[in-house]
Nanobody, 115 residues
Framework: QVQVVESGGGLVQSGESLKLSCVGS????????ISWHRQAPEKAREWIAT???????MYAPSVKGRFTLSRDDAKNTVYLQLDSVNPDDTAVYSC?????????WGQGTRVTVSS
C-alpha cells in the first residue's frame, strides 16, 4: 500500500498563494486517485479536490477557481496550488490516495491564513 506525505503548509496573508505537495512512496502512486481534504479546528473534514491518473479534476465549490491540482509523475508528486487564499482556508490539509490496494492518508500539513 502506498504511503503519502504532505508538505508545503505555513502562514500566509489573505490574497497570497501557497503550494502544497503530496508525495507517494511508490511508483504505483501515479496510478491512484488522489483527493485533498481539509479540516479546520473543531470542524468536520471537508473534501476539496480530486485528481484522476488521466488528468481529470474535480473541485468543491468553495475552492473552485482558486485552487489548482497538478502532478509530476517522475517525482511521484501531486501538487495543490492555493491562490487568493482567505482566512476561511485555514485548516489542516490532507492527501488521500486510493488504488487497487486500498486507501492511504497522510498526516496533513497546516495552512494558516492571516487577515
Amino acid at each position: 500500500q502506498v504511503q503519502v506525505v504532505e508538505s508545503g503548509g505555513g502562514l500566509v496573508q489573505s490574497g497570497e498563494s501557497l503550494k502544497l505537495s503530496c508525495v507517494g512512496s511508490e511508483d504505483s502512486f501515479n496510478g491512484d486517485i488522489i483527493s485533498w481534504h481539509r479540516q479546520a479546528p473543531e470542524k468536520a473534514r471537508e473534501w476539496i479536490a480530486t485528481l484522476w491518473p488521466g488528468g481529470a479534476t474535480m473541485y468543491a465549490p468553495s475552492v473552485k477557481g482558486r485552487f489548482t491540482l497538478s502532478r509530476d509523475d517522475a517525482k511521484n508528486t501531486v501538487y495543490l496550488q492555493l491562490d487568493s487564499v482567505n482566512p476561511d482556508d485555514t485548516a489542516v490539509y490532507s492527501c488521500q490516495g486510493t488504488g487497487d490496494d486500498g486507501t492511504s492518508w497522510g498526516q496533513g500539513t497546516r495552512v494558516t491564513v492571516s487577515s
